[in-house]
T-cell receptor, first 114, second 112 residues
Framework: AQSVTQLDSQVPVFEEAPVELRCNYS??????LFWYVQYPNQGLQLLLK??????LVKGINGFEAEFNKSQTSFHLRKPSVHISDTAEYFC????????????FGTGTLLAVQP | DAGVIQSPRHEVTEMGQEVTLRCKPI?????LFWYRQTMMRGLELLIY????????DSGMPEDRFSAKMPNASFSTLKIQPSEPRDSAVYFC??????????FGSGTRLTVV
């Protein structure tokens, strides 16, 4: 069975500093990986996805993530955060071809301080 | 494209009452998912459909929960009777194969 672990429930960071949100997954089959962002009182919005090809994936709002198969990780990074990046970030895994079912991590709250 | 549309945005009901949540997926999407979000449990997949057919309902917590998708443009999630522990935000999402889900804005359900 697939699972996703987001070890950090909250990451405080100062504005304009770099940030990394960690995500590790477990799966016995090929995986497809996603990062979603949820702003307060809103639904989830797709940030980026890895399906195949280049292991470095670029998404919206200046975020990027790197797929590392040997470490079973898919960490999300941004070189310089803004106050407006304050939100909950969810990592998710899917086996794509079999069920297209997304399994979400528990989320990481990115709290950007001035 | 109006995105995934959920109604109502907020619902307050008394324990024991029937609650119906509605979802209109994006036209052309062949998958539809219902999720529940709570502080304690995070995002839980309740049920999902492929081409209007329920594929996996193993996440539906109890027989009080039921979901239907009578056609490609409409789905409902019903709770009967509702209980306070059903209070949560319920999300509907749709997708076309592997292209990532599009979520609705959610329905915040409060059962008092």
């Amino acid at each position: 069975a697939q699972s996703v672990t987001q070890l950090d429930s909250q990451v405080p960071v100062f504005e304009e500093a770099p940030v990394e949100l960690r995500c590790n997954y477990s799966s016995s089959v090929s995986v497809y990986l996603f990062w979603y962002v949820q702003y307060p009182n809103q639904g989830l919005q797709l940030l980026l996805k890895y399906l195949s090809g280049s292991t470095l994936v670029k998404g919206i709002n200046g975020f990027e993530a790197e797929f590392n198969k040997s470490q079973t990780s898919f960490h999300l990074r941004k070189p310089s955060v803004h106050i407006s990046d304050t939100a909950e970030y969810f990592c998710a895994v899917s086996d794509g071809g079999a069920t297209n079912k997304l399994i979400f991590g528990t989320g990481t709250l990115l709290a950007v301080q001035p | 494209d109006a995105g995934v549309i959920q109604s109502p945005r907020h619902e307050v009901t008394e324990m024991g009452q029937e609650v119906t949540l509605r979802c209109k997926p994006i036209s052309g999407h062949d998958y539809l998912f219902w999720y529940r979000q709570t502080m304690m449990r995070g995002l839980e997949l309740l049920i999902y459909f492929n081409n209007n057919v329920p594929i996996d309902d193993s996440g539906m917590p109890e027989d009080r929960f039921s979901a239907k998708m009578p056609n490609a443009s409409f789905s409902t999630l019903k709770i009967q009777p509702s209980e306070p522990r059903d209070s949560a935000v319920y999300f509907c999402a749709s997708s076309l194969a592997l292209y990532g889900y599009t979520f609705g804005s959610g329905t915040r359900l409060t059962v008092v």
